[in-house]
């Protein structure tokens, strides 16, 4: 069983940035790969960004404003944003699934509780 623990989310003013991190342990971490995800109220859950040993995917309407990054020392994984919107407000999901990246949330099998992201002034 691996577990993960998002942090990092808040209340952000238009044009911010945040952090997010997710903290994983039960499993050898490097076998993941790692994405994000995120759902606004009364919306489907959507991709962000993904990482895995071969490289990264970003969600391609947020691109440039996304960094994914992971501390396989550290097992865990981060989630940059910078330049939020108000539309970026959702609660956003780490997830984990063995060997490639994916961009579908089925393809996951590990899911973290969640974080609330707020952008508003």
């Known amino acids: 069983q691996l577990r993960l623990v998002e942090s990092g989310g808040g209340l952000v003013q238009p044009g911010g940035s945040l952090r997010l991190s997710c903290a994983t342990s039960?499993?050898?971490?490097?076998?993941?790969?790692m994405g994000w995800f995120r759902q606004a109220s009364g919306t489907e859950r959507e991709f962000v960004a993904a990482?895995?040993?071969?490289?990264?995917y970003y969600n391609d309407n947020m691109k440039g404003r996304l960094s994914i990054s992971r501390d396989n020392a550290k097992n865990t994984v981060y989630l940059q944003m910078n330049s939020l919107k108000p539309e970026d407000t959702a609660v956003y999901y780490c997830?984990?699934?063995?060997?490639?990246?994916?961009?579908?949330?089925?393809?996951?099998?590990?899911w973290g509780q969640g974080t609330q992201v707020t952008v508003s002034s």
């Open positions: 039960g499993r050898t971490f490097s076998n993941y790969a």
């Open positions: 990482v895995s040993r071969y490289g990264t």
């Open positions: 997830a984990a699934r063995p060997g490639v990246r994916s961009k579908t949330a089925s393809d996951y099998d590990y």
